[in-house]
Every structure is written in structure tokens, then in C-alpha cells.
């Protein structure tokens, strides 16, 4: 399971690099990772805030593709 966040590139913490948008999300929710098992196995995936709210085709094109490149060739959970 993929877990989605939503960062937002004004935010006061400097962003850009996983490690500052995972200190951002800790200056708001201090220990948040710990509660999500998705975050603790880094399957934690953070989509900028302008391309996963858009009305416009172009922008979820866009969304699709960063996700699809972050889960792409990764070994995929077998189904029960």
C-alpha cells in the first residue's frame, strides 16, 4: 500500500528533498510516521499540493505520471 501526501511548496519549513517535507509534516504532527506502517517502510509518496488538486486533465496527467514513477518496477504485494 502506497500512502499519498500533499506538500505545499510555500510552506514556511524549506521543501524540496523527502527528508524536509518529512520534517514539515513533523512540525505540524510531531511523530506522525510511527502511526503509519506505510511511512516506516518509505512507501510514502508526497505529490505537490497544485498537481493533486487541479481541475484540469493536464495537471492529473501530470499526478498520474510522478505516481507511476514512484511505484513503477517495484515488487508488488502477492493477493489473497
Not at 30 to 42: D, H, I, S, V
Request: hydrophobic fraction near 45%.
Amino acid at each position: 500500500m502506497r500512502i499519498f501526501g500533499f506538500c505545499h511548496p510555500g510552506a514556511v519549513i524549506p521543501v524540496g528533498k523527502p527528508q524536509d517535507e518529512i520534517a514539515a509534516m513533523d512540525a505540524v504532527l510531531p511523530g506522525w510516521c510511527e502511526f503509519l506502517t506505510a511511512c516506516q517502510r518509505g512507501h510514502y509518496v508526497l505529490i505537490s499540493r497544485e498537481e493533486a488538486i487541479s481541475n484540469s486533465f493536464a495537471s492529473l496527467s501530470l499526478m498520474v505520471a510522478q505516481i507511476q514513477s514512484h511505484i513503477a518496477g517495484r515488487h508488488l504485494p502477492e493477493g489473497k
